[in-house]
């Protein structure tokens, strides 16, 4: 089934520890983003890629760094996890700027810093 | 700053009723805008779109009516469901392509 799939589902991580969480497509999207997702504050926008080999910053870029070394895999990476990056994390993809922008979304990586 | 947001954090209907959500938005600049269904545990899902070139547009039991002149969206949902109980989003796309979310609105169906 065609679709964004994130991994992990969930994950506990110390404060200072390093992580990446993984995002994967395979409908040849050319834009991905990743999103994170609080309560009250609704999804915002940390970075983007409107194609393979370019990526630009959000809403909330900092303490977060992405790559797109092609175009199905765009890992978000937190270098040194503070207890604020807890939030439910979405990546998501479109086909681009054209007509359509509709954003398809992963389930989710539910991250929690202690 | 200029920024989507919603006029109603929660909505309760009856099921059988049809129900509103508002948006407003101020960037006036946006030629694109989506509603997404949310429901928990899961990541948004596309329910409708509509171009700025647009009033409204309709799909199976949703409406969306876009009002340029005070920038405000809203989505209707012809009777609402059980499983229309969700959290709602509108975005707007930005000039750069970037979607723009407002904050939500959480739909309860009493049945």
């Known amino acids: 089934i065609a679709g964004i799939t994130q991994a992990p589902t969930s994950q506990i991580l110390a404060a200072g520890r390093r992580m990446t969480l993984r995002c994967t497509q395979d409908m040849r999207h050319n834009a991905m983003y990743w999103y994170r997702q609080d309560l009250g504050l609704g999804l915002r926008l940390i970075h983007y890629s409107n194609t393979a080999g370019t990526t630009g910053k959000g809403e909330v870029p900092d303490g977060y760094s992405v790559s797109r070394a092609n175009t199905d895999d765009f890992p978000l990476t937190l270098a040194s996890a503070v207890p604020s990056q807890t939030s439910v994390y979405f990546c998501?993809?479109?086909?681009?700027?054209?007509?359509?922008?509709?954003?398809?979304f992963g389930q989710g990586t539910r991250l929690t810093v202690v | 700053g200029e920024s989507v947001g919603l006029h109603l954090p929660t909505l309760s209907v009856q099921e059988g009723d049809n129900s509103i959500i508002n948006c407003a938005y101020s960037?006036?600049?946006?030629?694109?805008f989506i509603w997404y269904k949310q429901e928990s545990g899961k990541g948004p899902q596309f329910i409708i779109d509509?171009?700025?070139?647009?009033d409204k547009r309709q799909g199976q039991r949703v409406t969306v009516l876009l009002n340029k002149t005070v920038k405000h969206l809203s989505l209707q949902i012809a009777a609402t469901q059980p499983g229309d109980s969700a959290v709602y989003f509108c975005?707007?796309?930005?000039?750069?392509?970037?979607?723009?979310f407002g904050k939500g609105t959480k739909l309860s169906v009493k049945p």
């Open positions: 998501a993809s479109s086909e681009g700027q054209g007509d359509r922008t509709e954003a398809f």
């Open positions: 960037n006036s600049a946006s030629d694109y």
């Open positions: 975005a707007e796309r930005r000039s750069q392509g970037n979607l723009i």
């Open positions: 509509i171009r700025s070139n647009m």
